[in-house]
Antibody
Framework: QLQLQESGPGLVKPSETLSLTCTVS??????????WGWIRQPPGKGLEWIGS???????YYNPSLKSRVTISVDTSKNQFSLKLSSVTAADTAVYYC???????????????WGQGTMVTVSS | AIRMTQSPSSFSASTGDRVTITCRAS??????LAWYQQKPGKAPKLLIY???TLQSGVPSRFSGSGSGTDFTLTISCLQSEDFATYYC?????????FGQGTKVEIK
């Protein structure tokens, strides 16, 4: 059964770069029907899509974060990663990685999620 | 960006109730909508995609309907494990966007 696991520092200083990795186990990140994405949730608030990547390296970013976000994929390690630069307290959130299924009929969904990792931005 | 607005933001209900949550898109999104359930401290769980297709393993008391701009999630007979927050999400266009959530609490 496919599983996703986020990893990375739980505390990042303001103005620095947040870096997280999502390790995919139980399946290949190179499957053609899937994108891989990052979603975040500030404490007590709703969900915000950060961006997605295809195994080929094609990326799609939320314009609200695009200038600060980089998502990359390492197929040899079955991992994809998030870098968010120049962080502030507003970037404090639980960060989830998720598999985004894309069907031939155009249907989509984030069907498998990691457990999430809390990242706090503070000096 | 397409704005997704859910109503109500929260409400109380009893086990056995039939409950309906509404999600409205700021522009037409055809049937490109998914619903998720989130319990405290847990990742969201996919319930429905393509507005009305039940994800494998999700109980049949959950159903979705709608197209265009107006969508509903219905729980036909609320169970204790259904008390949670529910989110809609559109995938008609980038950026992918979620509703603000609807919290279903125990009356």
């Amino acid at each position: 059964q496919l599983q996703l696991q986020e990893s990375g520092p739980g505390l990042v200083k303001p103005s620095e770069t947040l870096s997280l990795t999502c390790t995919v186990s139980g399946g290949s990140i190179s499957s053609s029907s899937y994108y891989w994405g990052w979603i975040r949730q500030p404490p007590g608030k709703g969900l915000e899509w950060i961006g997605s990547i295809y195994y080929s390296g094609s990326t799609y970013y939320n314009p609200s974060l695009k200038s600060r976000v980089t998502i990359s994929v390492d197929t040899s390690k079955n991992q994809f990663s998030l870098k968010l630069s120049s962080v502030t307290a507003a970037d404090t959130a639980v960060y989830y990685c998720a598999r985004r299924f894309v069907g031939a009929d155009g249907s989509e969904s984030f069907d498998i999620w990691g457990q999430g990792t809390m990242v706090t931005v503070s000096s | 960006a397409i704005r997704m607005t859910q109503s109500p933001s929260s409400f109380s209900a009893s086990t056995g109730d039939r409950v309906t949550i509404t999600c409205r898109a700021s522009q037409g999104i055809s049937s490109y909508l998914a619903w998720y359930q989130q319990k405290p401290g847990k990742a969201p769980k996919l319930l429905i995609y393509a507005a009305s297709t039940l994800q494998s393993g999700v109980p049949s008391r959950f159903s979705g309907s709608g197209s265009g701009t107006d969508f509903t999630l219905t729980i036909s007979c609320l169970q204790s494990e259904d008390f949670a927050t529910y989110y809609c999400q559109q995938y008609y266009s980038y950026p992918l966007t979620f509703g603000q959530g609807t919290k279903v609490e125990i009356k």
